[in-house]
């Protein structure tokens, strides 16, 4: 998980990096894919659900897996970068958003509370809290801030498939028990907040969300390991 993790941050970084004006969303899902396969892993994504390829690359309204395309990013972009390793088996998964140039104080601000709000809803992401500690600590940050959470979509376990139990929500959803963190588990928690309302909709593609009223939305995402102290982040890089 620590190999797959480091992967999988490290494309992300890759892309952070490539991200400026002109370029397209496919040129950065090649880099994407180039260096996750040189480095003796496989671009989990790709294939996944026939999704077509390593990365999910969603500029401003779109909230997640958008496709790369010929689409140019401009200056003033948003663009949230999803990425998946597999490597010996396990999948490290995480994602995050980055200006294109110079962007509007508002969209640095989503960009910056959307990442602090993973660090305060892992604040709980120990042994003896439940999921929903987690989940509470992202909502109360976010919505706090004036933005919402993402509900259609959350984040999960994540091991040796992409896509394990139990779900992680960034929202309470009161009346709910919810699992209890042990330390050995892996998870991936991942914000997906919108300036404005939470309703999101798909795309006629299939993949595509957006947010319903057109609002600029971010994403930060890591694969994280469950201890009695602190939690281990395995998608972590430098820059991150
Ligand atoms: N990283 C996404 C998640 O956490 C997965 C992308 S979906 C895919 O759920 F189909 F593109 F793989
Ligand atoms: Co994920």
């Known amino acids: 998980m620590r190999q797959a ?4 941050a490290g494309a992300r970084s890759i892309a952070r990096q490539m991200i400026a004006p002109g370029v397209t969303t496919k040129a950065i899902n090649k880099e994407v894919f180039n260096f996750i396969r040189k480095s003796g892993a496989q671009p989990t994504f790709l294939g996944y659900n026939g999704y077509p390829a390593s990365a999910c690359i969603s500029v401003n309204d779109q909230v997640i897996h958008g496709i790369p395309g010929s689409r140019k990013l401009q200056e003033g972009d948003i663009v949230s970068v999803d990425v998946g390793a597999t490597f010996k088996g396990f999948v490290g998964d995480c994602a995050g958003t980055f200006p294109c140039g110079q962007c509007s104080d508002e969209a640095l601000r989503l960009i910056a509370v959307t990442r602090q709000s993973f660090f305060e809803g892992i604040r709980y992401a120990r042994q003896g809290y439940r999921v929903s500690d987690i989940s509470a600590g992202v909502q109360t940050y976010a919505e706090s801030n004036g933005y919402s959470v993402v509900r259609d979509y959350v984040g ?23 699992p209890r963190l042990l330390k050995g588990m892996t998870i991936a928690v991942e914000p997906m907040v919108n300036a404005g ?17 057109g609002s600029l939305s971010a994403h930060y995402e890591n694969s994280i390991l469950i201890t009695d102290g602190e939690p281990e982040i395995l998608t972590m890089s430098d820059d991150l």
């Open 156 to 178: 999960h376990g994540v091991g040796a498939k992409m896509h394990e139990d139990p779900e992680v929500p960034n929202y309470v959803q009161h009346g709910r028990g919810s």
């Open 197 to 213: 309302g939470w309703e999101v909709k798909v795309l006629p593609d299939g993949w595509t969300v957006l947010t319903a009223d």
């Open 5 to 8: 993790g480091r992967i999988a």
